[in-house]
């Protein structure tokens, strides 16, 4: 019998991640997926900053911004004309050291994560299905089919359903996906195109025609063309070809094809499941929540709820917390994946709608006042942060306390540039950390040292009061680097108590980790 830490089922970015993470804590992990290979098309396309500032907790950043592409601003069509160009770079620079939109196509990502996860040891064992599974209460039985045909059982003390929209493991714990699908079927074509919209930005056609948008990728004349079709050619999607779809707003973006390289059609839902976690069984990614592609979000967030379950299921694995944390992992990542179907909705019906007042709204109303409104700081950076996931936050939740100024537990620490370095250098450690901006007292340097965990101090700037950070507080940070506490005193007893409370120990699960 194969045994393992945690089980994971299916090997898209999400189960990748939360193997990834996992392994780079000591845990034990078994990675399963019922294809043959990875895939080589994909609609997932945009990483969005915050991903990427999660990401360098594993060194992956780097390579992403080296093997994609990052597209500088946004364009909206209409008639055929550009009506308004939004910069990103204007936008989020004082905001995230990654003020783009990174376009990393999923295949290529999955190919990058599979490469790291083998350089931990572990291999995706393809052409293996789960055929079922029983939690006992204290350890799981899954019983799979590997590619030989026969069936073996596995035990682990978790199981991980990262098995998409379709998953079996949601459905063995009968667990309810309610929502609904949209009308409209949506394409996606790779394609080597020509013209004015194949410039290394995002353009997007707010017209009467179906809806277009064109994601520049990283070889050169190379585009994703992304649509809807909305009239009968939408009653049988199977039988669509790139030839069928409207070529009208096509022709509105000045998109010149030369060569399709594929092209396939797929319906667009959003649901979002009644609970994400059962005993020992959780649900991630699109096995918990689908939604509109409006603001490229999909695949960002399930890699999200991946790192926010890793350091959980790892601190109780290892004896360092109670097993009540993970209840933390469902009430986290529930509240955010239904406020985001919630904005995606509202984007995509307005993107897709049909009918005179929608048409009025798309070609006058918003080439007019998008313009005017991301002329406005506090606009610019409602838009930045809400479309980057910069602006998540676990406020009001279990593992959040305090707040000091704008900052509160549970918010994502403010980026802070200073010369060639930032304070976000120190959170690629994989573990419990406080910083302090300005000078703290010896009894916390002592508390920190006892319970090993790393006080990182920086010299007052200017710029930390503008990011809002407040002067000799400390700010207890996560291991996926939210700020779990601020803290105005310098009272090693507020962080004693913090943990106390919530049955943790600071400790990092892998002590082996060293602070960079």
Request: with cysteine.
């Amino acid at each position: 019998m194969n045994c393992s830490d945690v089980l994971i089922i299916g090997a898209g970015p999400t189960g990748l991640v939360l193997a990834l993470w996992l392994r780079r804590q000591g845990v034990k992990v078994r990675i399963i997926d019922k294809t043959p290979g990875p895939g080589t098309t994909s609609r997932a396309l945009a990483v969005q900053a915050r991903t990427l500032e999660l990401y360098r907790q594993l060194d992956l950043t780097r390579a992403i911004v080296e093997r994609g592409h990052h597209v500088p601003a946004v364009n909206l069509w209409v008639k055929g004309e550009r009506a308004a160009h939004l910069p990103f770079n204007a936008i989020g620079e004082d905001l995230t050291p990654y003020p783009f939109l990174q376009i990393f196509p999923q295949d290529e990502h999955e190919q990058l994560l599979i490469e790291r996860l083998a350089l931990q040891g572990v291999e995706v064992e393809r052409n293996t299905e789960l055929l079922a599974f029983t939690d006992h209460g204290h350890l799981i039985n899954a019983r799979l089919r590997g590619p030989d045909g026969r069936e073996e059982h596995c035990q682990a003390f978790y199981l991980a359903g990262c098995d998409g929209a379709r998953s079996t493991v949601r459905k063995t714990l009968g667990t309810s996906f309610p929502g609904g699908t949209y009308q409209q079927v949506f394409y996606v074509a790779d394609v080597q195109a020509s013209g004015p919209s194949i410039d290394g930005q995002l353009h997007v056609d707010l017209d009467d025609a179906d809806f277009l948008a064109v994601f520049p990728l990283a070889q050169s004349g190379r585009a994703r063309l992304i649509g809807t079709v909305r009239d009968e050619r939408a009653e049988h999607p199977e039988n669509l070809r790139f030839e069928d779809v409207s070529q009208r707003a096509m022709r509105q973006l000045k998109v010149e094809v030369a060569q399709v390289n594929w092209f396939s059609t797929y319906k667009v839902h959003h649901r979002v499941a009644e609970q994400f976690r059962t005993g020992r069984v959780f649900l991630l990614g699109d096995a918990a929540h689908v939604h509109s592609p409006a603001g490229g979000q999909g695949m960002n967030t399930g890699i999200g709820d991946a790192i926010n379950l890793a350091w959980k299921l790892a601190a109780v694995l290892s004896g360092k917390s109670a097993e009540r944390l993970l209840e933390t992992y469902a009430t986290e990542r529930m509240e955010f994946a239904r406020r985001l179907v919630a904005t995606t909705d509202r984007v995509f019906s307005f993107a897709t709608a049909d009918g005179p007042v929608a048409y009025l709204a798309r070609t006058r109303l918003a080439p007019l006042l998008l313009p005017k409104i991301a002329a406005f700081d506090s606009a610019r950076e409602f838009l930045f942060r809400t479309v980057s996931q910069i602006t998540l936050n676990y406020r009001g939740m279990p593992l959040s306390a305090g707040g000091v100024g704008p900052v509160h537990g549970g918010d994502r620490l403010p980026w802070v540039r200073d010369g060639e370095h930032d304070n976000f250098d120190s959170l690629e450690y994989l573990g419990w950390q406080v910083h302090v901006y300005g000078v703290t007292s010896d009894a916390l340097r002592d508390w920190c040292t006892a319970h090993q965990v790393p006080l990182r101090t920086f010299d007052w700037r200017p710029a930390h009061a503008a990011a809002g950070l407040a002067r000799n507080a400390f700010y207890l940070l996560r291991p996926d680097t939210y700020v779990a506490l601020a803290e105005r005193s310098a009272d090693p007893r507020v962080l004693e108590r913090y943990f106390r409370e919530r049955e943790i120990s600071p400790q990092s699960a892998a002590p082996s980790l060293k602070p960079r």
